[in-house]
């Protein structure tokens, strides 16, 4: 059921089409695809920039890393979900994985590509967030790509950080932020741009101006100036066309088998109701930061059933705000997650 190598370049086309930024061939593990270097190739002739995220598993080597870049590759993005192989391997199910993946960044940076490192927090590596900071600032890197569980199903639920410690890891990042020699960016934590304009305000009144942050990617892919969110800026294309507005929020928009890729992003109901911030519900709904942040739909969806409803591990309270009396069931939820 897997997209041909035909259907692939045509979605390719497409995607050239709507000129974005970057698009990234993710898995399971893309290289797994016999096809993969024919498809960067296709995507660089017709100017569209690449980004890979290989599983390190055996068949990434310094070989296929090299092919890769010699393909047009733009960037290596690899994960890094701790800061020593004991956790790395136990979070990525394969012993060895940690050594690859630090052996993948070398081979990268032996041959001028630029790298991303991947990492998700949670509850299982969030103790070794300074760790995580210790080792990256040791690599050559561009990008920290920094991603915040969206739990999908009930065991991970466990693994899920609550409101004070996605603040916690929000003050880290951003002190990092300011000193690092690479950019961060934070995935399934859009509530982090409602910290960052907090700090600033808190900052500026203190005296201390407003701290220059100017972008360090050196690869020219560069961030999006505004607010992503699931489904605005951002689509998720499955193995077999399906159109999701996140890899995290399992809802299908359409099939780009039956439907451009355009046509689905730009008027499908439930995109369209993504991208509207009216339709946000709870404190979302009310928050004066929700154009910039909305908070995330993936996990709103993932713990209420409801892809509009309120991001459930934000601690803020926007003003004036009376939460509406919850069910015995979502009270139990909410309350652990925003640490009341
Ligand atoms: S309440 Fe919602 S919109 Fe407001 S900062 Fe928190 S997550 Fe963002």
Redesign the pocket.
Known sequence: MELSTEEGKRLIDQIAALKVPVFVLTGGDPLKRPDLFDLIRHACTVGVRVSLTPSATPLLTKDRVVRLKNAGLARLAISMDGACAETHDSFRGMPGSFARTLDAVRWANDIGLPVQINTTFSRRNIAEIDEMVALLEGLNITLWSVFFLVPTGRGKLNDLLNADEFEHAFATIYALSKIAGFDIKTTEA??Y??YLLQQRVAERKAGAGVPATPEKTADAIGRAPRGLNDGKGFVFISHTGDVFPSGFLPLSAGNVRQQALASIYRTAPLFVSLRDTSM?EG??G?????EI????RARAYALTGNPNG??PC?????KGYVPPLPTLKQASTLHVLQGR
């Open positions: 859009q509530h741009r409602r946000l404190k979302c009310a928050c004066e930061f929700k942040c909305g908070g995330s309120e991001e934000c601690s803020y309270v926007p």
